[in-house]
């Protein structure tokens, strides 16, 4: 059976091969695997980032697959009404989805979190005023979460103008007067904040991906929403 991975030894970073130790009956070999890079040395051997770790990619497959998610539902609810037909009413269509939003988002958390549990710290990260820094922005984060939340309600949270159920007016008062979309904002601020408290610069990477992966759904979501809203001023007015 296969034992401990050895290295050879005085040997240049660069030039590291690793060797699996097989013990047959009788007798004992090795089997050389493929040279390492210094690149994947660096990540590997007390570096920033390990690669290696499972809980590191299943957190990024989460990241990705969420807004992916729930656009696609959103979009083909809004073209077919499926989840309408299928709960017998646009608003418990709504709160359908908004349910498994809110649970694929507590998933999401829960291995980004275990994610950075399994990654090396950085002594720079574990300064106070980092940490303090770190409280400060998760509130931050949390306080735009929570009173977006508030003055959208449910259905304008959780994406009900896909469903026909639309606003009489947008909303401009706070968290909207300080940012257009205060639920990404804020949603990136606490990964932020978390990624800090957990002194990860696995975490910090993780949140530049959750920004760019907001900001790329915003390029979709924007203009679609936007539209629905136009071809419902469209209608009041030939109505009129």
Known sequence: MCSDIQTIPKTPRSQINTYYSVDRPGHQHFIK?????????????????????HS?????????????????????????????RLLGSPHRGCYFLGGVIFIIGLLRDHYFKQALEHQPTHPLLSQPIIQLISKAVFTSGAILVASSMWALGFTGTYLGDY????????????????????????????????ALSYQSPAGLVLTGIVYLVYQLALRFEDPFTANIYRQRDLKSNKSK
């Open 56 to 84: 590191f990619w299943l957190s990024l497959a989460w990241i990705l697959f969420n807004p992916i998610f729930w656009n696609f539902i959103a979009r083909q609810e809004h073209s077919t009404r499926f989840l309408t």
């Open 163 to 194: 469903f026909g159920i639309l606003m009489d007016e947008i909303v401009e008062g706070f968290p909207f007067s300080l940012t257009s979309s205060p639920m990404y904002d804020g949603s990136t601020l606490c990964f932020l904040g978390t």
């Open 33 to 53: 695997t493929r040279k390492m890079s210094p690149i994947e040395l660096g990540w590997y051997e007390g570096g920033l980032i390990d690669l290696r770790r």
